[in-house]
């Protein structure tokens, strides 16, 4: 299976400041037709998770501008530009490339 | 606006049965490929795909992971826009909130919790 490790585990913010979270896949995720299909979670205490990011960098709808995704190779970001109260949650990335698709262990974001 | 709401969780012994329904609205279930996944508890909340289903214009195949296979089914029915997850021979690992979702999961349901207990 791909092996999505994600770093930081913990990650306290300042309220305003930026965020970056990481996820490094095991090989590489460009599927049979060109896409890549890395997708970012966010999931708020106590809630369903809520999908941000798919293929790589594309904003779900509703999704606010501050949170964009990135690649490099297998190497994948989410940084959320000016971090609010609400960002408060756990985040996960999740390839959707190879079955069984897979999921990072998450990242615990805090306001400091 | 697109809903699932899922329902049948529950306390069950390892060996025993259980099925969860999921009821999807506010879009055409028919043509949506479903899934199933799963956070246990007890795994620092860690995620896992169960299985999926395509839509029946896709062909309808399901794909399951290694952990249920064979002891897992999903099903749907595309009259009574409802999805299935029917889980045979439960052990205790199986101990998790499952969760039903469109099939990129672009929406989820609010899970339901299924404990198996020895």
């Known amino acids: 299976d791909v092996v999505m490790t994600q770093s930081p585990l913990s990650l306290p913010v300042t309220l305003g400041q930026p965020a970056s979270i990481s996820c490094r896949s095991s090989?590489?995720?460009?599927?049979?037709?060109?896409?890549?299909?890395l997708s970012w979670f966010q999931q708020r205490p106590g809630q369903s998770p809520r999908r941000l990011i798919y293929?790589?960098?594309n904003r779900d709808s509703g999704v606010p501008d501050r949170f964009s995704g990135s690649a490099s190779g297998t190497d994948f970001t989410l940084k959320i530009s000016r971090v609010e109260a609400e960002d408060v949650g756990v985040y996960y990335c999740m390839q959707g490339t190879h079955w069984p698709y897979t999921f990072g262990q998450g990242t615990n974001l805090e306001i400091k | 606006e697109v809903q699932l709401v899922e329902s049948g969780g529950g306390l069950v012994k390892t060996g025993g049965s259980l099925r969860l329904s999921c009821a999807a609205s506010g879009f055409t279930f028919r043509n949506a490929w479903m899934a199933w996944v799963r956070q246990a508890p007890g795994k620092g909340l860690e995620w896992e795909w169960v299985?999926?289903?395509?839509?029946?214009?896709?062909?309808?195949?399901?794909d399951y992971a290694a952990p249920v296979k064979d002891r897992f089914t999903i099903s749907r029915d595309d009259l009574e826009n409802t999805l299935y997850l029917q889980m045979n021979s439960l052990k205790t690992e199986d101990t998790a909130v499952y969760y039903c979702?469109?099939?990129?999961?672009?929406?989820w349901g609010q899970g339901t919790l299924v404990i198996v207990s020895s």
């Open positions: 293929k790589v960098s």
């Open positions: 299985g999926r289903i395509r839509s029946k214009t896709d062909g309808g195949a399901t």
């Open positions: 090989q590489s995720l460009v599927y049979s037709d060109g896409n890549t299909y």
């Open positions: 979702a469109t099939g990129a999961l672009g929406t």
